[in-house]
């Protein structure tokens, strides 16, 4: 392998880990010493976003524990919130800028409460100098580099009182020390790997999360054998984009998953996101033999306009595109396909929406992610003098849900009167009556149980399946 152009991450110095170690302690002493009637103080970390996002927020919980906080998921009952920024479309930046400013009324309440603000959103420098300005009770910010140092920057806050804002500087390291807290007992994010490469043109993901760089394989390994040792069923690995995982290595993201495949246990596999250039003939030969990787795929195509694919920079056209759904498909027949769609790109004509619309016909999806494109400043798609109206998108966007409605609902009948296999993620939060989980292709399924089901496999018969879930009745209890 040519290995002149891979980027290698900087490791965290010992001396930088010993500061953490310091600081950590520092704080510890402090929260400790401050209890309130015998009540620890609590840390809520509020996280929007990806699962990368997710998985981030559980490190900066774990750090937060590791300093003495309860960890609490109530905002109200907190004294330090951390919001866990996302920054992927113009929404998500405004709920986190709305939830941010709906806690200046906790402060009010309680003027020892602390405030951090962290993530993709933040990341980009006018975000950053936005809270600084107009957002005066935000104790500190943090972009996403700085995750592992969030026990300095509390710390510097608690003992200095000044605000800090702690900019991306392109000092991008791997920080094998974060300790986490999980927030499920049963299903965890493993990170693979950080950043991305790509540059689709309309996202916001490489400026704000850096260049691509995974961890070594033995580290991974050596987090999931914890993780089943530990009881957990289900272990999600996650990167922008799997595929490309392990160029520092020589190894790549098929190698990886056989080789945790190895791992004995009761557990399933699950990971996210692919991207369709990158799908080899040996990840999809590694998904077919390995029993413990759960039938699901989930292909990013975007757009199904050759056109827009290159303009996009996705660097696959439709024809290699079902080339891979076709191989996919061949060797596990019984997977389930899903994507995200990107409506209303710029320069986006009726005749290449249409296009889309071909292949969510053409591919039969079980899922699909829709999306309305969104302006990323600083991307080059932003800069595009085509941008199409917003009630073409929106119109686009619903004529879409109409055609996928009943495909899915097709692709959802072959499970009727089949029996699958569940995790119970516990109680539906909309149907109380019912207890819920996904099968192996990451369709909800909800069936009557009880709460000793939680975080366990269970066999579910299908009695009615639709495309927003399927229904059925347990016959393993
Ligand atoms: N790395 C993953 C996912 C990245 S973000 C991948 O490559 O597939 C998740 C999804 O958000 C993307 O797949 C895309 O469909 C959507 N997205 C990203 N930027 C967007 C934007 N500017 N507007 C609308 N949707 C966007
Ligand atoms: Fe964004 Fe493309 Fe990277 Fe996915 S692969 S994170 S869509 S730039
Ligand atoms: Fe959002 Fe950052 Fe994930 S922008 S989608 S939280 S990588």
Redesign the pocket.
């Known amino acids: 392998m040519d290995n002149k152009n891979i980027y290698r991450a900087r490791k965290i110095t010992e001396e930088e880990i010993k500061r953490q170690a310091d600081c950590t302690a520092k704080v510890r002493e402090r929260i400790l010493s401050e209890r309130d009637g015998g009540a620890r103080r609590a840390c809520c970390v509020v996280t929007y976003g ?1 699962q990368q996002n997710e998985a981030d927020g559980e490190r900066i919980a774990g750090m937060a524990r590791d300093m003495g906080y309860t960890i609490t998921y109530t905002p109200e009952d907190a004294e330090l919130i951390i919001v866990n920024t996302c920054a ?2 113009d929404h998500a930046e405004k709920k986190a800028l709305s939830v941010t400013g709906g806690y200046k009324h906790l402060k009010v309440k309680n003027p020892d409460l602390k405030i951090g603000v962290c993530g993709c959103m933040v990341s980009q420098e006018k975000m950053s100098e936005k809270l600084k300005k107009s957002y005066p009770y935000v104790d500190f910010v943090f972009g996403t580099e700085s995750i592992w140092r969030f026990p300095e920057i509390l710390c510097r806050n608690l003992f200095t009182e000044k605000r800090g804002f702690y900019e991306n500087t392109g000092d991008e390291v791997i920080s094998e020390e974060m300790p986490v807290e999980r927030k499920s007992s049963f299903s965890a994010w493993v990170s693979i790997m950080y950043g ?1 490469n ?1 540059f ?1 043109t ?4 490489p400026y704000v999360r850096g260049r691509e760089r995974s961890r070594r394989p033995e580290d991974i390994i050596k987090e999931v054998e914890q993780l089943v040792d530990d009881g957990y069923k289900e272990i999600t690995l996650l990167g ?2 799997v595929n490309s995982y392990g160029k520092e290595y020589g190894v790549d993201f098929a190698d990886l998953l056989s080789d945790i495949c190895k791992i004995d246990g009761d557990y399933v596999l699950r990971f996210m ?1 692919s ?1 369709p250039k990158d799908v080899s003939d040996k990840l999809i030969d590694v998904i077919a033999q390995n029993p413990k990787i759960e039938r699901h795929f989930h292909l ?1 195509v ?1 757009s199904g306009s050759d056109r827009m694919l290159k303009a996009m920079n996705r660097h696959y056209d439709t024809e290699k595109y079902l080339a891979a759904v076709n191989k996919i498909r061949e060797k596990v027949p019984d997977i389930s396909l899903s994507t ?3 409506v209303g790109f710029p320069g986006e004509s009726e005749e290449d929406f249409e296009a889309t619309l071909d292949i969510l016909r053409k591919v039969k999806y079980d899922m699909i ?1 829709s ?6 400043d600083g ?1 080059p ?1 932003a800069r595009s003098t085509e941008q199409v109206p917003d009630d073409v998108k929106t119109a686009r966007f619903l004529r879409m849900l109409k055609v996928q409605e009943p495909i899915a609902d097709e692709r959802a009948a072959r499970y009727k009167g089949q029996v699958v296999r569940v995790l119970c993620e516990g109680r539906s939060k909309n149907n109380e009556a019912m207890f819920t989980g996904r099968d192996s292709g990451m369709k909800i399924v909800l069936f009557e149980g009880d709460e000793s089901m939680t975080g366990r496999f269970v066999d579910v018969k299908i009695t009615e399946a639709r495309a927003f879930g399927m229904t059925g009745v347990v016959v393993n209890k």
Do not use: L
């Open positions: 990806c992927v479309r991305c790509n689709c309309y996202c916001i993901v922008q984009n996101t991207h990013p975007q995200d769609i990107i992610f999306f309305i494109y969104s302006k990323r991307t798609a």
